[in-house]
């Protein structure tokens, strides 16, 4: 069984950085596609960012040139840098993998509180 497991949320002043940390339990390689959602209380779960196996990556407008997807496939880790938070990027940060026969898998998620 697939296991994801995110860490490096917390609380970070308005304009600061965080990165988020995303460690599958098998190889990330074997995934078709990882990346991030996030949740904030009230709204509906909205994608983040993704990255397919071979590479390519996919922001959402609304964290473009803020937030950048990344892995390292020789510690099956995915990350997700974020800079320059605001207030409205607070929201429960969820990872999620999908492999080649369709499942996803998902993690616990991640606390993400942006304020002063």
């Known amino acids: 069984q697939v296991q994801l497991v995110e860490s490096g949320g917390g609380l970070v002043q308005p304009g600061g950085s965080l990165r988020l940390s995303c460690s599958a339990s098998?190889?990330?390689?074997?995934?078709?596609?990882m990346g991030w959602y996030r949740q904030a209380p009230g709204k509906q779960r909205e994608l983040v960012a993704t990255m397919s196996k071979g590479g390519y990556t996919y922001h959402a407008d609304s964290v473009k040139g803020r937030f950048t997807i990344t892995r390292d496939n020789a510690k099956d880790t995915l990350y997700l840098e974020m800079n320059s938070l605001k207030p409205e990027d607070t929201a429960v940060y969820f990872c999620?993998?999908?492999?080649?026969?369709?499942?996803?898998?998902w993690g616990q998620g991640t606390q993400v509180t942006v304020s002063s």
């Open positions: 999620y993998a999908r492999d080649a026969v369709g499942n996803s898998y």
């Open positions: 098998g190889s990330i390689f074997s995934f078709t596609a």
